[in-house]
């Protein structure tokens, strides 16, 4: 009796529901959703039609299309005290190179029990709203010290495993957030303003019901206001395990899911080869993958000096020069066939070339040179690069961090289906020194489009 009158009790301090808005959920399953960089299992819907998020991994559940001017309401709980979540509006649709999070506005469901350094100082209990990623936003009403977000007037939340109810009006760019019936806190002209919404994942067990959604008119956002679409892009990697991955037979676990990237320390002990494959064959696709060169531990005294046209220049004996770097090796593979991969190295040319067609004796100059970077677009060592290599109909076309390396190269002989690998590269002699540069490598942020 005392537990069914505090449920009561509680039901009765959230607002009533606004029958203009529609539920955004069936209570079934999560269609009209989509897991952008996490595990399928990160979000589902219980029996009572709760959505049920682990937290693991960090990343988001967002919608399946973009939305503009909205009102957006929701109940929360968190499972544990302390525990961190987000709703994300007019976001990207692909993560931030090298981050869990896209570019967009996140507004805070953070539970009273979340003690770091630095509370009411860069963030406050719940309910702050700020920009993410190089995303923009005029923070407005009360403002955080630092002046990047805008902080709740006042502290109106409800405790894990207690419910609370947001309500989110959107419009024109401009935002206000309402905690259990009464507006808290506001900020203005975001951009984009027009994107996707989301729901964060964030290392701890919380509960979202109730979702429900209004579309408000448009006012005309300009291209630049509009978000990443992503539609038709899966994540081909959990961010938690290898699913959907095959791990050379005899392993050994050199592959692995590290902080939720993949991580390589060149040292697969498989006999046979070592590269690591989608189990999936893929024909015709863009992909994007987020990469990043750990260290250089291996000085190569066989770098060279591509020219514009793909050959070596060559020293006054009429061999190519040899230039001794610091230099790490590895590609993404095409067409389930090493010898067709883009490459990822610290050579001057810069990575994006396909170093084994380039090399080949019996490729003609002209694709020869359409297979040699066009800039070195490669970020320092130790820092995120993105790549967007889309394959159609034997036609590979390299991005590099937004940079057109390879704009497009018809390559001869390219499986026209095949999976995706992730290239091995070098080994140790027996007094474990490195005998060719070595593939140190973390990936992450990893998705497929299949085009027709």
Known sequence: ???????????????AADDSLKPMFNGKDLTGWVPMNIALGTFSVGKDGTIICTGKPVGML???NMVENF????EWRHLISGGNSGVFVWGDGIPAPGSSFPRGIEVQVLDNGYNAKGKNEWFSTHGDIFAVQGSKLTVAGRISPNGQRSFPMEERSKSSPEWN????????GDLSLSVNGKEVTIAKAASPRKGYLMLESEGSEIHFRNVRFKELPSTNPKPEEIARDATGFVPIFT???LDGWKVPEGDNGHWKVAGENIDYDAASEAPGEKHLYTSKAYSNYTL???????????????????????????????KPLGIPLPDSD?????????????????WPIGSGEMYGVRGDPKTTPELRAAVTPKMKADKPIGEWNRYEITHRDGTVTVLLNGQAVIPGAKIPDLPASGPIGLQHHGGKDEAGTWR??????????LFIKELK
Request: proline share 8%; with cysteine.
């Open 1 to 15: 009796m005392i537990k069914a009158l505090l449920f009561l009790l509680a039901v009765a301090t959230l607002p």
């Open 62 to 64: 967002r919608t399946e």
């Open 71 to 74: 009102i957006l309401e929701l």
């Open 165 to 172: 109810h947001y309500r989110l009006v959107g419009n024109n």
């Open 239 to 241: 961010g938690i395990n």
């Open 288 to 318: 994007i993958a987020d990469w990043r060169i750990k260290e250089t531990p291996y000085i190569n005294p066989r770098t060279r000096k591509i020219l514009p046209d793909g050959t070596e220049e060559k020293g006054p004996d009429g």
């Open 330 to 346: 590895s590609g993404i593979i095409l067409g389930g066939d090493q010898r067709f991969q883009v490459n990822i190295w610290c």
């Open 436 to 445: 060719s540069p070595p593939s140190l490598l973390q990936w992450r942020n």
